[in-house]
């Protein structure tokens, strides 16, 4: 647990090195321009806000259905149709998500929780997971003030010069970050605000994992 207000849970070995493996291949053929979600316009693209690719994968694989599956068990046993679909998210250099919210103020159906799973940090797609060692792309919560002691420098760039604040996660593949996104009224927390910080050399993957208060239509 790193942080009770907001919630942050930090989660070694989420992915095995074989998912891994898995997911690359998987997401691979399927990437496209990553959308901003802005209210309930879930597909509009802004390169100056978001510029990655994304891979959305369906739940009829079954190792994409066992990390729903786990996903929904960590967070108390909800059933995977509060589940969206599992999001693989490729950032190469330069590439970021500036800070925003996984909440939207007025959903009738708000996300309650995020997972960012980190899938990969390498030198580029050649090479096997793992190879080499990309730069930059911290998970980023610029409005956290807490404290935390030294050890959690492990899984948090405790030197970080970006001049954007508060505390960010380094990108070590397999590992995860979970968080709530609204207080127990329902209401949006304001320290959910992160981003996903440049890329400056190689590649980060990560796999964005997001649950519904209600079952999601469809699913």
Request: with cysteine; glycine share 10%; charged share 20%.
């Amino acid at each position: 647990m790193f942080s009770s207000d907001p919630i942050i849970t930090y989660i070694e070995n989420y992915l095995s090195p074989a998912e891994i493996e898995y997911l690359l291949k998987l997401a691979k053929p399927l990437y496209q321009q990553s959308p901003v979600s802005q209210g309930k316009r879930l597909k509009t693209y802004n390169a100056e806000i978001r510029s990655s690719m994304s891979a959305v994968l369906g739940g009829n694989d079954p190792v994409v259905r066992c990390i729903e599956q786990r996903s929904v068990d960590f967070q108390g046993f909800l059933p995977r149709s509060h589940l969206e679909d599992l999001q693989v998210v490729k950032y190469g250099i330069s590439d970021h998500f500036r800070p925003h919210f996984d909440w939207f103020g007025g959903d009738s159906n708000p996300r309650i929780s995020s997972f960012f799973v980190y899938i990969a940090c390498d030198a580029d797609d050649t090479n096997h997971p793992g190879a080499g060692e990309c730069k930059g792309g911290a998970t980023q919560f610029p409005d956290y003030t807490g404290a935390f002691p030294a050890k959690w420098c492990q899984f948090i760039d405790c030197h970080d010069d970006s001049g954007v604040g508060g505390v960010a996660f380094k990108p070590i593949p397999g590992n995860a970050i979970f968080w709530g996104n609204l207080y127990p009224n329902g209401t949006g927390h304001p320290g959910t605000w992160h981003a996903g910080m440049p890329v400056t050399q190689g590649r980060k993957v990560g796999m964005n994992i997001l649950t519904r208060r209600e079952r999601l239509v469809g699913v």
